[in-house]
């Protein structure tokens, strides 16, 4: 917990106040200056409110907030909290869980699990829209929940398709997708599931050019391999076990930071804050927060 502490020492020194937050998150959601969401006007004046800061607009008098169709609108966690959380993921990635962030921030565990999965969900709904083009290399691995009972249960493994691309001016990128049942075969991967990944992660000019091995046969991407053996151990460890409902948030998750290897921290901080504003999902569109 220690390397926590110093983190927070270090969040304070970046954003000593509440002002401070708001600045920061007011340039990411307004990097041109303010846009009323009604009618695009570019003017407004703050309304100092118990519960936030309004913002009225000059032309149409619509009202709204800085958290107005983000993630964190409506939440009753402040938004301090919420940068501190993404501060936290910024600096220690997917070695920070929620019982972590529970304590940092002396709040419930299931508030904390709820923030974490949310962030996780809008990095996922981001990854459906990156797809995988250049030199293609894909390859069928499997991920087995930690067993609590010696006997054997099969329902806790999933087959996932393990790919990354490069080109002669980008590193690698990289996707781990559950695969459907319905495109199994037992553990073999049918034509059906080759079809369906590179149709939906795939560009359209590396479609026909794509196959995806057994594992075993992949002596040439052991790149690949170690890539995704490193990220599971990093996810097991620090997650103690990821069920089948939430495993492919967690796998977009991870290939989140392995696809932004060269970010710095206030870089990623941005980043991830950009996603938690630019991209809101409704209540509808989450999966059940099911711990």
Not at 240 to 259: A, E, M, P
Request: with cysteine; hydrophobic share 35%; proline share 3%.
């Amino acid at each position: 917990m220690q390397a926590i502490s110093d983190s927070i020492a270090k969040f304070d020194s970046c954003f000593s106040t509440d002002e401070a937050c708001y600045s920061f998150l007011y340039k990411i959601k307004w990097p041109e200056g303010f846009r009323c969401p009604r009618c695009n006007h570019h003017s407004a004046y703050r309304i100092a409110s118990r519960c936030s800061i309004l913002y009225q607009c000059y032309s149409c008098r619509h009202q709204t907030t800085l958290t107005a169709g983000t993630l964190m609108d409506k939440s009753r966690t402040p938004i301090r909290k919420w940068l501190l959380v993404l501060f936290l993921i910024s600096l220690h990635q997917i070695q920070i869980n929620a019982a972590q962030v529970a304590l940092t921030l002396q709040i419930t565990y299931k508030t904390a699990w709820s923030m974490l999965h949310k962030i996780r969900q809008l990095i996922s709904h981001a990854d459906e829209h990156e797809k995988l083009s250049g030199v293609i290399k894909a390859a069928v691995e499997l991920y087995a929940k930690e067993q609590h009972s010696p006997k054997y249960d099969s329902s806790k493994e999933s087959s996932i398709v393990i790919a990354c691309s490069s080109s002669f001016c980008s590193a690698s990128h990289f996707k781990f997708k559950v695969i459907p049942s319905a495109h199994l075969n037992e553990r073999r991967l049918l034509r059906s599931g080759v079809m369906d990944f590179t149709r939906n992660y795939v560009t359209h000019s590396c479609t026909n050019d794509i196959i995806i091995h057994p594992l075993y046969r992949m002596a040439d991407s052991r790149f690949l391999r170690r890539q995704y053996k490193h990220s599971i151990i990093k996810l097991k460890a620090c997650f103690k076990g990821v069920g089948v409902l939430h495993l492919q948030s967690y796998l977009d998750y991870i290939c989140f930071f392995l696809n932004n290897p060269n970010l710095d921290q206030h870089s990623l901080l941005h980043k991830l804050t950009s996603l938690c504003f630019n991209r809101p999902i409704s209540k509808n569109t989450l999966l059940p927060l099911a711990i």
